[in-house]
């Protein structure tokens, strides 16, 4: 394991909740929880409460207002929305600080599962689908070791703000996730024929797209010339312990969305573009490894964006190669990659469907 991940350990015997949508992916979570998880759980002495959701945000309220002492983790059996509604749900609670050390699991149970694949990565196993990576998945809850993972915040335009643990989409890639949501049924299929549907009427999208990357650290930007200088590198310094007990992280690489970014900022120069897509973990998908770099926890943004002008051909040979992670390999001008520490994507017009973690979201400005 990389030096500085350390593990915890979860106890035996232990409790754990599993937070389960049986409309998920083809609407077999259930089944594949009794036939093929539990029997796995009940061998390594871990002992589980069921809670099917019935409705959109039931997981949600359930882990925000629920006291969660009683479990030694959370494990969510689904696609990666129903873990996106538990980790907002965990961060809207006044504990939250606490609730955030709650091991969480996730086991694939939907047609998304990118976070799955990506821990199955990670762990070293071998690219599988399926039941496979069920078992694969399950077996890592099995042995019990947890690390951190790393989240990104994004705040809207309108004042939303969200905790994502996946990526942030605009455009080709979203148009796929959210056009496609009426194949569920032919799980992760679905994505395959949404993306040829979306290359045959391929769109391009305007905005402009700004970011901080990897290598700049606040310290390396210019010192401040006059005395407001300081609020334009990243926040306004508050003197330590002066947050209100239970107030949320503060955005520190971040200035409010109305002013300019800093100028240690790279501002892309190209503002028309067919997707912009900040990913966090290894995958997209099952089949899709579009950060073979990427580490659950390496405190990284890995930004892709491909620029207007590419041919249909060249992009479906991009998601071809994206299948085993070779995409960066075809040189392809563009297609660009950049790890980045903090972004902002302003649409020239509300066009396209914005995505966080595969949900969709109103198109506007948004940083992370």
């Given at each position: 394991?990389?030096?500085?991940?350390?593990?915890?350990?979860?106890?035996?015997?232990?409790?754990?909740?599993?937070?389960?949508?049986?409309?998920?992916?083809?609407?077999?979570?259930?089944?594949?929880?009794?036939?093929?998880?539990?029997?796995?759980?009940?061998?390594?002495?871990?002992?589980?409460?069921?809670?099917?959701?019935?409705?959109?945000?039931?997981?949600?309220?359930?882990?925000?207002?629920?006291?969660?002492?009683?479990?030694?983790?959370?494990?969510?059996?689904?696609?990666?929305?129903?873990?996106?509604?538990?980790?907002?749900?965990?961060?809207?609670?006044?504990?939250?600080?606490?609730?955030?050390?709650?091991?969480?699991?996730?086991?694939?149970?939907?047609?998304?599962?990118?976070?799955?694949?990506?821990?199955?990565?990670?762990?070293?196993?071998?690219?599988?689908?399926?039941?496979?990576?069920?078992?694969?998945?399950?077996?890592?809850?099995?042995?019990?070791?947890?690390?951190?993972?790393?989240?990104?915040?994004?705040?809207?335009?309108?004042?939303?703000?969200?905790?994502?643990?996946?990526?942030?989409?605009?455009?080709?890639?979203?148009?796929?996730?959210?056009?496609?949501?009426?194949?569920?049924?032919?799980?992760?299929?679905?994505?395959?024929?949404?993306?040829?549907?979306?290359?045959?009427?391929?769109?391009?999208?305007?905005?402009?797209?700004?970011?901080?990357?990897?290598?700049?650290?606040?310290?390396?930007?210019?010192?401040?010339?006059?005395?407001?200088a300081s609020i334009t590198n990243g926040h306004i310094p508050?003197?330590?312990?002066?947050?209100?007990?239970?107030?949320?992280?503060?955005?520190?690489?971040?200035?409010?969305?109305?002013?300019?970014?800093?100028?240690?900022?790279?501002?892309?120069?190209?503002?028309?573009?067919?997707?912009?897509?900040?990913?966090?973990?290894?995958?997209?998908?099952?089949?899709?490894?579009?950060?073979?770099?990427?580490?659950?926890?390496?405190?990284?943004?890995?930004?892709?964006?491909?620029?207007?002008?590419?041919?249909?051909?060249?992009?479906?040979?991009?998601?071809?190669?994206?299948?085993?992670?070779?995409?960066l390999d075809l040189n392809c001008p563009h297609l660009c990659y950049v790890p980045v520490r903090?972004?902002?994507?302003?649409?020239?017009?509300?066009?396209?469907?914005?995505?966080?973690?595969?949900?969709?979201?109103?198109?506007?400005?948004?940083?992370?």
């Open positions: 394991s990389p030096p500085g991940d350390s593990y915890g350990v979860l106890p035996r015997p232990c409790h754990a909740l599993v937070l389960l949508n049986p409309q998920s992916g083809s609407g077999r979570a259930l089944d594949d929880f009794q036939a093929v998880v539990q029997p796995m759980l009940a061998e390594a002495d871990i002992a589980t409460t069921v809670f099917v959701t019935e409705r959109p945000h039931h997981a949600h309220e359930k882990v925000r207002d629920e006291d969660l002492s009683q479990w030694d983790t959370l494990v969510v059996m689904s696609g990666d929305g129903l873990l996106f509604e538990v980790v907002n749900g965990l961060m809207e609670r006044p504990d939250w600080k606490e609730a955030m050390k709650k091991p969480l699991c996730i086991l694939p149970g939907g047609s998304g599962n990118a976070l799955a694949a990506s821990i199955n990565y990670y762990a070293g196993y071998d690219h599988v689908a399926k039941k496979k990576l069920l078992t694969n998945c399950t077996f890592i809850l099995c042995k019990g070791l947890y690390t951190q993972m790393d989240l990104v915040s994004l705040s809207t335009a309108s004042g939303k703000r969200f905790f994502s643990f996946l990526g942030f989409g605009w455009g080709f890639i979203s148009d796929v996730d959210i056009d496609s949501e009426k194949y569920r049924w032919l799980g992760s299929a679905r994505f395959t024929l949404g993306t040829l549907q979306c290359l045959a009427k391929l769109r391009v999208y305007q905005g402009r797209l700004s970011y901080l990357p990897m290598a700049t650290e606040q310290s390396s930007s210019p010192a401040p010339r006059d005395p407001h508050q003197p330590a312990g002066t947050e209100a007990p239970g107030s949320l992280p503060p955005d520190a690489l971040l200035v409010p969305l109305g002013q300019p970014v800093p100028a240690h900022w790279t501002v892309v120069p190209e503002e028309e573009f067919v997707l912009v897509y900040a990913i966090y973990q290894s995958h997209l998908g099952t089949n899709l490894l579009m950060a073979p770099a990427a580490r659950l926890h390496d405190g990284c943004i890995h930004l892709f964006y491909v620029k207007a002008g590419i041919s249909r051909v060249t992009l479906l040979k991009l998601f071809l190669a994206m299948s085993r992670g070779t995409h903090a972004f902002r994507l302003e649409p020239r017009v509300a066009a396209g469907i914005m995505t966080v973690d595969g949900e969709a979201l109103a198109c506007e400005p948004v940083q992370g």
